[in-house]
């Protein structure tokens, strides 16, 4: 599975950016397909879900200003990140299990500062 990861860029305090993930596979044959972003000198850690189902879970951190969804006539999960902070700045990789089986996407940068 190949996972193609866009979207990531440099924006000021309090703005916003949109993610997108198109895996190669159909995005209802995984479990998951999420979000998971790595900050210089820390490890990766989670930030978002959507289940094949359309249930979402997210990072205490990111709840109330991150929104996963999913287009399933273009086959891409999206996740909208607004009041974005510093402390958000990060790779951000997508993920997608299926069962045991999960592949992650190459990573897209996105610096938050002014």
């Known amino acids: 599975v190949q996972l193609q990861a866009y979207g990531g860029g440099l924006v000021q305090p309090g703005g916003s950016l949109r993610l997108s993930c198109a895996p190669s596979?159909?995005?209802?044959?995984?479990?998951?397909v999420g979000w998971y972003r790595q900050a210089p000198g820390k490890q990766r850690e989670f930030v978002a879900v959507?289940?094949?189902?359309?249930?979402?879970i997210y990072a205490d951190s990111v709840k109330g200003r991150f929104t996963i969804s999913r287009d399933n006539a273009k086959n891409t999960v999206y996740l909208q990140m607004n009041s974005l902070k510093p402390e958000d700045t990060a790779v951000y990789y997508c993920n997608a299990r299926q069962g045991f089986t999960q592949s992650w996407g190459q990573g897209t940068l996105v610096t938050v500062s002014s």
């Open positions: 959507i289940t094949s189902t359309g249930s979402t």
């Open positions: 596979g159909n995005i209802f044959s995984f479990d998951t």
